[in-house]
């Protein structure tokens, strides 16, 4: 019994692998082309910073299978983002009906989150309880926030750490440049 509860202490200690769907943050724009086809609509590849999304709302005829669920809950949206050719970040929206059913899944597979728990409020007054779950490790976080954008919409976000620094560092500059136009 002792080596059980021991085992299970170091395991849980270990670096978390984070991935979704065969998404890892900090991976070439190249390896993700490669799951999701030419089915992607990016903008600015070429560019040091660039985004590309995939919309299941408005692309559903051309439908990017290994992305169209998450933990068997229909995946609306997902985002990407891209710095110096590697993923800075992915961001996925998925109904808020589903969202219990995806934590819960977020969590058999990562183990326990920091919860935070708040309330947002909608233009009308309404006020729902958020919830949001963080996992963290050296080189990554991940996210997932009951309300989104809006009250029907809950987002799973898992970012690259080191990436995420640059592409602030890129604002920084690019505000500093632009200063000199006030």
Same mark, same amino acid.
């Given at each position: 019994?002792?080596?059980? @509860? ?5 395991? &849980?200690?270990? *670096?978390i692998s984070f991935e979704i769907k065969g998404v890892v943050p900090g991976m070439t724009f190249e390896q993700l082309e490669k799951l999701t086809g030419d089915l ?16 299941? $709302?408005?692309?559903? =005829?051309?439908? %990017?299978?290994?992305? &169209? ?5 229909? !995946? ?8 110096? #050719? ?5 961001? @996925?929206? @998925?109904?808020? #009906?589903?969202?219990?059913?995806? !934590? ?6 990562? #183990? ?8 947002? +409020?909608?233009? *009308? #007054?309404?006020?729902?309880? +958020? ?5 963290? $490790? ?5 996210? !997932? &926030?009951?309300?989104?954008? $809006? %009250? ?11 990436? *995420? ?8 500059? +690019? *505000?500093? =440049?632009?200063?000199? $136009?006030?």
């Open positions: 019994m002792r080596f059980l @509860i021991l085992t299970l202490l170091m395991l &849980s200690t270990q *670096a992607l609509m990016c903008k600015d590849e070429k560019t040091p910073y660039f985004t590309c999304t995939y919309d299941f $709302d408005h692309r559903n =005829q051309n439908l %990017i299978e290994a992305l &169209s669920t998450l933990a068997e809950a229909p !995946a609306r949206f997902w985002h990407f983002e891209f710095v110096e #050719g590697r993923l800075k970040s992915v961001s @996925i929206r @998925i109904r808020n #009906g589903d969202f219990q059913s995806v !934590a819960f899944a977020l969590v058999a597979k990562f #183990g326990k989150p920091k919860i935070e728990r708040s309330s947002v +409020q909608t233009k *009308a #007054g309404v006020s729902y309880p +958020q919830e949001i779950l963080r996992w963290e $490790d050296k080189e990554t976080w991940l996210v !997932a &926030s009951r309300y989104a954008s $809006d %009250i029907n919409t809950s987002e799973i976000v898992l970012s690259h750490k080191a990436l *995420a620094k640059i592409r602030e560092k890129q604002l920084v500059d +690019q *505000a500093f =440049q632009k200063k000199k $136009d006030l």
